[in-house]
């Protein structure tokens, strides 16, 4: 079983609707981060958890929530779906450090907003 | 502006040749990443690289960091048609996160 999994896999909605997607981790990594990726470009950080009780926002969080429900899941919501929020959404996950250690990442969850 | 910037955005081999990519960021850096991505799934970790080393190998991927001109290069030897994917740099910037680059594409024709 992979060790990083999303769901849902694709997924479609409509303008203003809520939705969640969701990322669970056996890897035992107290660390877990939400990230987009646009058609061309790089990834860019959503928010981000360093254990169960600690939320953080990166550099891309507004329209977006999230909710750290255990140290294995880690849910990302769009409270209010647009067109530009259409992209590919990564979960990964790390190691507790003082540095960044390597990213373990989800497959993604395809987002379209029509 | 990202912090890292992969240079070139795409490049086009033959099989057998090697494949040198490279990235420069603008701050200072604990360590410096690499991943590969094939398309439209999850990125795959490659290779880290400390800010007190100036090169590691891992396999046939040879990468090298130069601090002083905030520069860092990923090289593949005897690229494989299975080597054909999106690479990206990742820096660790404050609060112990990664800034990802904007990738290079790599094709090996076979």
């Known amino acids: 079983d992979a060790d990083v999994t999303q769901t849902p896999r694709n997924r479609i909605t409509k303008t203003g609707k809520r939705i969640m997607l969701e990322c669970s981790q056996t890897k035992g990594h107290d660390r877990m981060y939400w990230y987009r990726q646009d058609p061309g470009l790089g990834l860019r950080l959503i928010y981000y958890s360093f254990d169960v009780k600690d939320i953080n926002k990166g550099e891309i969080s507004d329209g977006y929530s999230v909710s750290r429900q255990a140290q294995a899941k880690f849910s990302l919501s769009l409270e209010s779906a647009i067109p530009n929020q259409t992209a590919l959404y990564f979960c990964a996950t790390s190691a507790s450090g003082t540095f960044a250690y390597e990213q373990y990442f989800g497959p993604g969850t395809r987002l379209t907003v029509t | 502006s990202q912090q890292g910037e992969e240079d070139p955005q795409a490049l086009s081999i033959q099989e057998g040749e090697n494949a040198t990519m490279n990235c420069s960021y603008k701050t200072s850096i604990n360590n410096l990443q690499w991943y590969r991505q094939n398309s439209g799934r999850g990125l795959v970790h490659l290779i880290l690289i400390r800010s007190n080393e100036r090169e590691k190998h891992s396999g046939r991927l040879r990468v090298t960091l130069d601090t002083s001109k905030k520069s860092s290069s990923l090289l593949i030897t005897a690229s494989r048609a299975a080597d054909t994917a999106s690479y990206f740099c990742?820096?660790?910037?404050?609060?112990?996160?990664?800034?990802f680059g904007e990738g290079t594409q790599l094709t090996v024709n076979p």
């Open positions: 990742a820096t660790e910037t404050s609060g112990s996160r990664l800034t």
